[in-house]
């Protein structure tokens, strides 16, 4: 049962967890890792770069593709949780092969999210100084230093305190930019828009004279702000009932995150104004939120707005390296990595060990990166696009592995159904296709370096089959005892 260890039928002692979570608990994670604050301050800018004032038709597009993606995720893990997240999904429905380079790929992303969340946090922090009028700056690998081990502590300490720290953060951001959401839209109303804009809702929600695959490409950068929207699958071990709630917390994520970025963007839309000169310094902009509260409201509330996105960041690293200690866990409890690395803290089950190495080597990265010379917003932009990169093949992975059971009709889905995720593979196949053309270096090399890190787990359980028996028969055990705990059936597979 849940709550220490249990033997399997080999005689291994398997570690696992006690169910603590409640569901809004488990929805934390997904919206900490996609940093709605972070997504909103510099999300907006390229889209407006190529789709002009069409940015909230763009991400309304985005939200669909996303929305497609999430089909797969929702369904499965309403018969599988793990803490390994897409390494049982993807284990259970195509393989443990497939499982064991899905879990690698997915530890690739969110080790790269902590590189650039913790960058992110010393980015954001000094503009907060800035905003403020202090006249410092401090190197930002300290500051990302001392964000690092912030994260690490607390999540070391119980789950519950990670996920309302999580909470607490992303929340006051999100209510200082719906604040500043509804001041543009008051201000645009009654004609005191920076341009005298009115709300131009036909102009931002039909395409008019912009391209189908012009609005498309932008959807690009829509999709980076809903990545990590399924981190919560990795509490699946840890959360009540998560048959039930891990499935309802991926789409509370998704959905709540979809009508925040549409409100969001389209204010920014409207606030910048929809002219040239309004797209112009909506595409020019480095933090958009920054800029209108300042334009809007004051430079009081850009100074809150920039510790809000401080928090978002830091919020994202948290999330970020929370996911990728569990995975690292999860990995080592099947037999890839020290045992010592799948052990768990007495007092608060934590799996301390694996979250310490994720935050060492995440230092270690952004150190070098310091120390060649590398600029904090080229470091967060660089190891950003390598993580949206491999989450789209892991993403991809689950709706191949939830059309095959379809196909194979193992659980009760209506074969109609099978349309959803095949256009979601669709989709996630042209947001990969876009990020290999029209991009310069060294953009141009990170989907080789994905596509290598892909293939490096793959040869792994090709040159170890052995790991990939016991991945498959550990799975197999784990899957069972779940059943069991939940008095709930699991298909055959």
Same mark, same amino acid.
């Given at each position: 049962?849940?709550?220490?260890?249990?033997?399997?039928?080999?005689?291994?002692?398997?570690?696992?967890?006690?169910?603590?979570?409640?569901?809004?608990?488990?929805?934390?994670?997904?919206?900490?890792?996609?940093?709605?604050?972070?997504?909103?301050?510099?999300?907006?800018? &390229?889209?407006?770069?190529?789709?002009?004032?069409?940015?909230?038709?763009?991400?309304?597009?985005?939200?669909?593709?996303? +929305? &497609?993606?999430?089909?797969?995720?929702?369904?499965?893990?309403?018969?599988?949780?793990?803490?390994?997240?897409?390494?049982?999904?993807?284990?259970?429905?195509?393989?443990?092969? +497939?499982?064991?380079?899905?879990?690698?790929?997915?530890?690739?992303?969110?080790?790269?999210? @902590?590189?650039?969340?913790?960058?992110?946090?010393?980015?954001?922090?000094?503009?907060?100084?800035?905003?403020?009028?202090?006249?410092?700056?401090?190197?930002?690998?300290?500051?990302?230093?001392? *964000?690092?081990?912030?994260?690490?502590?607390?999540?070391?300490?119980?789950?519950?305190?990670?996920?309302?720290?999580?909470? @607490?953060?992303?929340?006051?951001?999100?209510?200082?930019?719906?604040?500043?959401?509804?001041?543009?839209?008051?201000?645009?109303?009654?004609?005191?828009?920076?341009? /005298?804009?009115?709300?131009?809702?036909?102009?931002?929600?039909?395409?008019?004279?912009?391209?189908?695959?012009?609005?498309?490409?932008?959807?690009?950068?829509?999709?980076?702000?809903?990545?990590?929207?399924?981190?919560?699958?990795?509490? /699946?071990?840890? @959360?009540?009932?998560?048959?039930?709630?891990?499935?309802? %917390?991926?789409?509370?994520?998704?959905?709540?995150?979809?009508?925040?970025?549409?409100?969001?963007?389209?204010?920014?839309?409207?606030?910048?104004?929809?002219?040239?000169?309004?797209?112009?310094?909506?595409?020019?902009?480095?933090?958009?939120?920054?800029?209108?509260? !300042?334009?809007?409201?004051?430079?009081?509330? +850009?100074?809150?707005?920039?510790?809000?996105? @401080?928090?978002?960041?830091?919020?994202?690293?948290?999330?970020?390296?929370?996911?990728?200690?569990?995975?690292?866990?999860?990995?080592?409890?099947? /037999?890839?990595?020290?045992?010592?690395?799948?052990?768990?803290?007495?007092?608060?089950?934590?799996?301390?060990? *694996?979250?310490?190495?994720?935050?060492?080597?995440?230092?270690?990265?952004?150190?070098?990166?310091?120390?060649?010379?590398? %600029?904090?917003?080229?470091?967060?932009?660089?190891?950003?696009?390598? /993580?949206?990169?491999?989450?789209?093949?892991?993403?991809?992975?689950?709706?191949?592995?939830?059309?095959?059971?379809?196909?194979?009709?193992?659980? %009760?889905?209506?074969?109609?159904?099978?349309?959803?995720?095949?256009?979601?593979? *669709?989709?996630?196949?042209?947001?990969?296709?876009?990020?290999?053309?029209?991009?310069?270096?060294?953009?141009?090399?990170?989907?080789?370096?994905?596509?290598?890190?892909? +293939?490096?787990?793959?040869?792994?359980?090709?040159?170890?089959?052995?790991?990939?028996?016991?991945?498959?028969?550990?799975? !197999?055990?784990?899957?069972?005892?779940?059943?069991?705990?939940?008095?709930?059936?699991?298909?055959?597979?």
């Amino acid at each position: 049962m849940f709550g220490g260890t249990k033997m399997s039928e080999q005689g291994a002692e398997r570690t696992t967890f006690r169910r603590k979570l409640k569901p809004w608990e488990a929805v934390a994670l997904s919206i900490g890792l996609m940093a709605p604050t972070l997504a909103m301050a510099l999300n907006g800018a &390229l889209p407006a770069s190529r789709a002009g004032s069409k940015v909230p038709l763009v991400f309304l597009i985005g939200f669909a593709g996303v +929305a &497609l993606v999430a089909y797969g995720f929702v369904r499965l893990t309403r018969y599988f949780n793990h803490a390994g997240s897409v390494y049982a999904l993807a284990g259970a429905t195509l393989g443990p092969r +497939a499982g064991f380079s899905s879990g690698w790929t997915l530890l690739g992303v969110y080790v790269v999210f @902590t590189i650039d969340s913790l960058a992110a946090t010393a980015l954001f922090f000094n503009g907060f100084l800035s905003s403020a009028n202090f006249n410092v700056t401090i190197p930002w690998f300290l500051l990302a230093l001392i *964000a690092g081990v912030i994260m690490f502590v607390l999540n070391t300490r119980p789950v519950r305190v990670a996920a309302r720290s999580l909470l @607490t953060m992303e929340g006051f951001g999100v209510t200082f930019t719906i604040v500043l959401i509804i001041v543009i839209l008051v201000k645009v109303i009654s004609g005191h828009g920076i341009h /005298g804009q009115g709300m131009a809702l036909s102009t931002v929600f039909t395409p008019g004279k912009v391209k189908i695959g012009t609005l498309a490409s932008a959807t690009v950068f829509a999709f980076l702000s809903w990545a990590g929207f399924e981190a919560s699958a990795s509490l /699946g071990e840890e @959360t009540h009932n998560p048959r039930r709630n891990i499935p309802r %917390s991926i789409i509370a994520a998704v959905v709540l995150s979809g009508i925040f970025y549409i409100l969001a963007v389209y204010a920014e839309t409207i606030g910048f104004g929809t002219n040239a000169a309004g797209v112009h310094a909506f595409a020019s902009t480095s933090n958009a939120l920054n800029q209108l509260a !300042t334009s809007y409201v004051g430079s009081w509330l +850009a100074v809150i707005i920039s510790l809000a996105a @401080t928090g978002s960041a830091f919020a994202s690293a948290m999330a970020s390296g929370a996911g990728a200690g569990r995975m690292v866990f999860a990995l080592s409890r099947d /037999g890839f990595g020290p045992k010592f690395l799948s052990r768990k803290t007495a007092k608060h089950e934590s799996p301390a060990n *694996a979250l310490a190495l994720v935050f060492s080597f995440s230092i270690i990265v952004d150190l070098v990166m310091f120390l060649v010379g590398t %600029s904090v917003v080229n470091v967060y932009f660089y190891y950003a696009t390598l /993580g949206v990169l491999g989450i789209i093949i892991v993403y991809a992975v689950v709706a191949v592995g939830t059309i095959r059971l379809i196909v194979k009709k193992v659980m %009760s889905i209506p074969v109609w159904e099978i349309v959803l995720p095949t256009l979601g593979v *669709a989709y996630l196949a042209y947001v990969f296709y876009e990020q290999l053309v029209g991009v310069s270096a060294p953009y141009t090399y990170f989907p080789y370096v994905v596509v290598a890190w892909c +293939a490096l787990g793959v040869a792994v359980v090709l040159v170890r089959p052995a790991l990939a028996q016991r991945i498959g028969r550990d799975l !197999t055990l784990e899957l069972e005892r779940q059943a069991y705990d939940d008095e709930e059936p699991v298909a055959d597979f």
